[in-house]
C-alpha cells in the first residue's frame, strides 16, 4: 500500500508541478522528461509494448498473461479491449498497482463505427462526401470513446486497384485525391481539435505504406511497385493523414521492392519523419517485427528487433520482441538510452495529450457510456451514410416503366437471398463490436416502407457450399410475386483481412438461384450486398435494376427501403473500378494509353480476345432516378502560365422528375510529357442538390499545382504543353477542353 501511495503521489506531484499538465508544450515537455527520469529501462520498454486481451481476436498470436504485463510494467499498451467496466480494472491496475501508475492506452480496430455501425469504407467513399466521412468518424469516435477507448487504428487509407485483395473493403477505392480527401477527413473527425476531449480518439493512418498493392491482390504478399506510381498513386493520402496532425501511423505487414516496412529507415524515419515532418509515434502492425524472420531479412528476433528499432518503429504491437530484446540491444551498446528515450516520450507525450495524466479514468464513465451507446444521433447518421453510400447501377424500364422505385400499390413480392434476413453481415468485415442486436434487416425495413404488400422471405441458399434444396420453395415463390427483391452478395468473412478471392462472381450457388428466379419471369430488383466490386456480368446483362448496397451497416434495412421506394434518390458513384473479370485485373480509370492503343480496325492494338478492355463499371459512375444533363464546358481561358489558374464553368440541369443530387467530375489530361501520362487524373468534384427542371453552373478552378507529377529526373513538377479537361458523370466521359500551360 505504502508504495502504492508513492507512486499516486509521485505521478500527482509531477503533474501538479506543472499546473493544469495540458496547456504549453514546455510545461509537457519538463512533465515528461520528469516522469522519464523515474523510469528504469524495462519500464520504458513496457510502454513501447502494446498487447492485445483477450476480448477480441485480430490477429495469430495472442497473450494470455497480458494482465500480469500491466502489473509487472512490461505491457504500457493495450488493444481490443472495451466497455468501461473492463478497462476500468485494467487502467486501475496500471495505475494503482504498478511503480510510476503510468496509464494504458486503449486501441481497437475502429474502423467504420463501434457499436453502432456505419457503411464499409469502401461504400462511404463513394458517397463523395468527405464532411459526411469527417462526421462518421467523429460519431465513431464518440461512441468508441464512451466505451473506454482513446485510440483507434484508423483510418486505413491504403490505395486498392485489386478488388481480389479483401481488405480493398477498408479503404477509399482507387483514387489519389479522393483517398487524401477522406484521409484528411476521418483524422479530424476521430481527433477533433483536443485529443484530451473525452468524446475524441486519437487516430492512426495504416497501413504505411502501400499494403493495397500485394501481387495476384493476395493478403500479405510482395508490393513491387515502380518509385514514380508509389509516390503519385499510393503515398497521397497517408500523407494527407500526416497534414491533417493524425497522432499515430501503423507500419505495414508488406515489403516494398524488397524491403519490409517495418524494417525500412527509408519509409519510416526518411519519409515519415524527415521529409513529411511526423512528430507522432509509429506502431507496428501485428507482430509485423516477428515477421521481418519469414520475411528472410532478420536470422532471429533480436535481429529483427534491432531493425524495426533502427527504421524508426516506436511501438510493438504482440510481438514482444522490444520487451524481450531492446535491453539487451541497449546493454551491448547497439543502441543508447537515448535512443530508447525518444521512442517512449512519443508513448508518454501522446498519453499526456489524451489527458491520461490529468485523469486516467477520464474515459471510462459508465454514466456516459449508457447515454451515448446508439444515441438518436448515431442512429440517424448511421442511416443517412447508408443512403449515400449506396450505387444505383441500373435500373430499365419493364413494361415501359422503370423498376425502380417500387410503387406502393404491388401487391406481393417475394424477398429471397442469404441477406434477406441477415442482422451480421450486412455489417460488414471489421465490424469489431457492432451489436448485430440493433441492425435492421433488410426484410424489417421493406415491411416498415411497403406496409400494405405481401412480403414473403425466402433464404434460397446460403453463402457458400453447393445446396440447391432452397431453390424450389424460392422459385415457387417468385412465379407467385408481382416482384422479387433478391438480397444476395458475399457475408462478412468474405472481405477484409486475410480474404483474398481468386473469383469474384457471387459466392457459392447465389449465381445459379439469380438465374433460376430471372426464369420465372416475375421481374426482378437485385441489392447486392458486398465488400468488393464482384464480376456481375450475367446479372448487369439480365436483371433490370441493381442496387450495390455494399455491407451498410446498422441500418441496413431502412436504408435499402428509402432507396427501393424512392424516398431517398441515390447519388453514390462508384471509388473504384468494377472489372469484368478477374483477367483484366488490374483495371483502373487513371490508366495509360500505350503505344498501341485499342483500335478494333487493327489487330495489333492493345486488348484482349475474349474481353473488352473497359471494365464493366467505370470509377464515377452511378445512377439516380433523376437524369442529369451537361452543357458545354467553357474555360475562361486556353493558356496559363506558371503560377497562374484556370476556371471552367459548365451547367448541369436536372431533366428528370424528381429532385436528386449529382456527382459532377473535373478530370485533367497531360497529353505530352517527360514520361508518360494517365489518360485521366481526377482533379476535382462537386456534389450538387437539382429540382426537377433545375440547372446550375458548375466551376473548376486547375493550377499549375495541379499538373505537377514526378518528371523523368523524378523531380516533382509541371511540364509546358498541352492538356485535357473532362467535365461529367464518371471517368469514361469524353468531352474536354483543351489548354495550354506556357513555357
Ligand atoms: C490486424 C490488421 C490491422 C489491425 C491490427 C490490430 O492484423 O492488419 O489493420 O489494426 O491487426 O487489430
Not at 493524425?246 to 519510416?268: D, H, Q, W
Not at 527504421?311 to 504491437?317: Q, S, T
Not at 410475386?481 to 462472381?505: K, P, W
Request: charged fraction near 25%; charge should be negative; glycine fraction near 8%.
Amino acid at each position: 500500500m505504502r508504495l502504492l501511495m508513492i507512486t499516486t503521489g509521485l505521478l500527482l506531484l509531477l503533474a501538479v508541478s506543472c499546473d493544469h499538465p495540458e496547456t504549453g508544450s514546455a510545461q509537457k515537455e519538463k512533465f515528461i522528461d520528469s516522469l522519464l527520469s523515474e523510469m528504469t529501462l524495462e519500464e520504458k520498454i513496457g510502454q513501447l509494448t502494446l498487447f492485445t486481451s483477450g476480448w477480441d481476436i485480430t490477429g495469430p498470436v495472442l497473450n494470455e498473461n497480458y494482465r500480469q504485463d500491466i502489473l509487472s510494467g512490461r505491457c504500457g499498451n493495450l488493444f481490443n479491449a472495451h466497455t468501461v467496466a473492463y478497462n476500468r480494472e485494467l487502467q486501475r491496475m496500471a495505475v494503482e498497482e504498478t511503480r510510476l501508475g503510468i496509464p494504458l492506452l486503449f486501441g481497437y480496430d475502429v474502423i467504420h463505427g463501434h457499436r453502432t455501425i456505419f457503411p464499409i469504407p469502401l461504400a462511404e467513399a463513394c458517397s463523395w462526401d468527405p464532411g459526411m466521412v469527417k462526421k462518421t468518424a467523429a460519431l465513431s469516435a464518440k461512441e468508441a470513446a464512451a466505451s473506454g477507448l482513446n485510440w483507434t487504428f484508423n483510418p486505413m487509407v491504403d490505395i486498392a486497384r485489386d478488388p481480389r485483395w479483401g481488405r480493398i473493403a477498408e479503404g477509399s477505392g482507387e483514387d489519389p485525391l479522393l483517398g487524401s480527401l477522406y484521409a484528411h477527413a476521418r483524422v479530424e473527425g476521430y481527433q477533433g481539435t483536443d485529443l484530451s476531449d473525452v468524446f475524441t480518439l486519437a487516430a492512426c493512418v495504416k497501413h504505411f505504406a502501400v499494403y493495397g498493392a500485394p501481387q495476384a491482390g493476395r493478403d500479405y504478399h510482395v508490393v513491387d511497385l515502380s518509385e514514380r506510381t508509389i509516390r503519385e498513386v499510393y503515398l497521397p493520402p497517408y500523407k494527407a493523414a500526416v497534414d491533417a496532425g493524425v497522432a499515430t501511423v501503423m507500419s505495414s505487414f508488406n515489403e516494398i521492392n524488397g524491403v519490409p516496412v517495418t524494417a525500412s529507415k527509408a519509409y519510416l524515419t526518411d519519409i515519415l519523419r524527415d521529409k513529411w515532418g511526423f512528430k507522432g509515434m509509429v506502431v507496428t502492425d501485428y507482430t509485423s517485427i516477428n515477421e521481418l524472420i519469414p520475411h528472410g531479412v532478420a536470422e532471429d528476433l533480436k535481429h529483427a528487433g534491432e531493425l524495426a528499432f533502427r527504421a524508426g518503429v516506436d511501438m510493438d504491437m504482440q510481438g514482444s520482441v522490444f520487451n524481450d530484446y531492446l535491453a539487451e540491444l541497449v546493454n551491448e551498446g547497439v543502441f543508447s538510452e537515448e535512443d530508447v528515450n525518444r521512442a517512449v516520450k512519443r508513448v508518454l507525450a501522446l498519453k499526456y495529450d489524451l489527458g491520461l495524466f490529468d485523469d486516467p479514468y477520464r474515459y471510462l464513465d459508465e454514466e456516459r457510456e449508457k447515454a451515448v451507446l446508439y444515441s438518436d444521433e448515431l442512429m440517424e447518421h448511421a442511416l443517412v451514410a447508408a443512403r449515400k453510400s449506396m450505387v444505383l447501377l441500373k435500373n430499365e424500364p419493364v413494361n415501359g416503366t422503370p423498376l425502380l422505385p417500387v410503387q406502393q400499390s404491388v401487391k406481393k413480392i417475394a424477398l429471397i437471398g442469404p441477406l434477406a434476413d441477415n442482422r451480421v453481415d450486412v455489417m460488414g468485415t471489421w465490424h469489431a463490436s457492432g451489436d448485430a442486436g440493433k441492425v435492421v434487416t433488410v426484410e424489417e425495413g421493406l415491411r416498415k416502407k411497403f406496409p400494405a404488400a405481401s412480403i414473403k422471405v425466402l433464404k434460397g441458399c446460403d453463402f457458400t457450399g453447393n445446396d440447391m434444396s432452397g431453390f424450389r420453395a424460392a422459385i415457387s415463390l417468385a412465379g407467385q410475386s408481382d416482384l422479387v427483391i433478391l438480397a444476395i452478395g458475399e457475408n462478412h468473412q468474405q472481405s477484409g483481412e486475410a480474404a483474398s478471392r481468386t473469383c469474384l462472381d457471387l459466392p457459392g450457388v447465389q449465381q445459379q438461384l439469380l438465374e433460376k428466379i430471372h426464369e420465372t419471369g416475375t421481374p426482378v430488383v437485385a441489392v447486392v450486398f458486398a465488400g468488393r466490386p464482384l464480376t456481375i456480368n450475367w446479372m448487369d446483362e439480365h436483371i433490370p435494376a441493381i442496387l450495390y448496397a455494399w455491407h451498410p451497416g446498422t441500418r441496413t434495412g431502412d436504408a435499402v427501403a428509402d432507396i427501393l421506394s424512392g424516398d431517398c434518390n441515390p447519388s453514390a458513384k462508384l471509388a473504384i473500378t468494377f472489372p469484368r473479370n478477374v483477367g483484366q485485373i488490374p483495371v483502373f480509370y487513371n490508366t495509360k494509353n500505350t503505344g498501341r492503343p485499342f483500335n478494333a480496325e487493327n489487330k495489333y492494338t492493345s486488348k484482349y480476345l475474349d474481353a473488352l478492355n473497359e471494365p464493366l463499371y467505370p470509377f464515377g459512375y452511378g445512377l439516380s432516378y433523376s437524369t442529369f444533363e451537361y452543357g458545354t464546358i467553357s474555360p475562361d481561358k486556353n493558356s496559363i502560365s506558371a503560377g497562374d489558374s484556370l476556371t471552367v464553368s459548365v451547367t448541369v440541369k436536372n431533366t428528370g422528375k424528381c429532385a436528386g443530387e449529382e456527382i459532377v467530375q473535373c478530370y485533367v489530361r497531360d497529353l505530352v510529357g517527360s514520361v508518360t501520362r494517365p489518360l485521366k487524373e481526377l482533379k476535382g468534384f462537386s456534389k450538387i442538390s437539382l429540382d426537377p427542371g433545375e440547372e446550375k453552373l458548375v466551376q473548376f478552378t486547375i493550377t499549375e499545382d495541379d499538373l505537377r507529377f514526378y518528371d523523368i529526373n523524378m523531380e516533382y513538377r509541371a511540364e509546358p504543353g498541352e492538356f485535357r479537361i473532362y467535365v461529367g458523370p464518371h471517368s469514361q466521359v469524353d468531352e474536354y477542353v483543351t489548354f495550354t500551360l506556357n513555357r
